[in-house]
């Protein structure tokens, strides 16, 4: 099982800063730490709880939270009122991957954390990864359609490499490449039709069998 991805939300506004760590908190694969209320607290925080998402305030008490995430070297999302161009300009040219204008629906918080943990899944190997990998993440991210440059043959050319040596349910492998389950399942069985997965059946206690794919061996 892979770790939650820890969120640490760094805002000033402490009926706020609760409200986006409850977002955090709700979403699956998600976990929210105490939130802190100053860069100050936020670098001490860093240190000691090694976040993987930093969602955070633009006019902090003690400094410029944009500044800040241009050089924490921790994912981030910017969320501010500020909504003039050259402060969203210099939030992306700091790095961050999202930046959400207050106040702003939950769901609209969540549906960021959740493209996150795809962008996430796509980008979690230790393989060199593909143009089309790098296409895919970013568009996870950026809410686009999926890129013109992933095929057919392309996207199941990412599901043989998220495969890899393991057996996997189309579940897993959906939640390793970043797709739909049903895409996932849609694409193993064209592969497993052309014989080039395995498919073996895992039965339980009661219900269904689970169908386990496995990389046919050449």
Same mark, same amino acid.
């Given at each position: $099982? ?26 699956p ?70 930046y ?18 795809r $962008? ?11 143009q ?8 996870? $991210? ?17 599901i ?13 492998i ?35 069998p689970e ?8």
């Open positions: $099982m892979t770790d939650p991805i820890r969120v640490l939300v760094i805002d000033d506004d402490f009926r706020v800063a609760g409200l986006h760590r409850d977002i955090a908190a709700a979403r694969g998600f976990t929210a730490l105490d939130p802190v209320h100053s860069l100050g607290a936020a670098r001490q925080a860093i240190r000691s709880h090694a976040p993987d998402l930093l969602l955070v305030d633009v006019f902090l008490p003690d400094g410029d939270g944009v500044d800040f995430v241009a050089g924490a070297a921790v994912d981030a999302f910017l969320l501010s009122a500020a909504t003039d161009a050259a402060t969203v300009h210099r939030a992306l040219r700091a790095g961050a991957l999202a959400l204008t207050k106040p702003f629906e939950p769901r609209l918080l969540a549906d960021r954390l959740d493209r996150y943990a $962008m996430r899944n796509v980008l979690s190997t230790d393989r060199a990864l593909g089309e990998q790098i296409d895919r993440a970013l568009s996870i $991210m950026h809410g686009g359609a999926e890129p013109a440059s992933v095929s057919r043959s392309a996207t199941e050319q990412l043989l490499d998220g495969l890899g040596d393991d057996e996997a349910s189309a579940a897993e959906a939640d390793r490449v970043g797709i739909s389950r049903a895409t996932a399942q849609r694409h193993l069985s064209a592969l497993a039709t052309r014989g080039q997965v395995e498919v073996r059946l895992r039965y339980g206690t009661t219900g269904r169908h386990r794919y496995l990389a046919a061996r050449r």
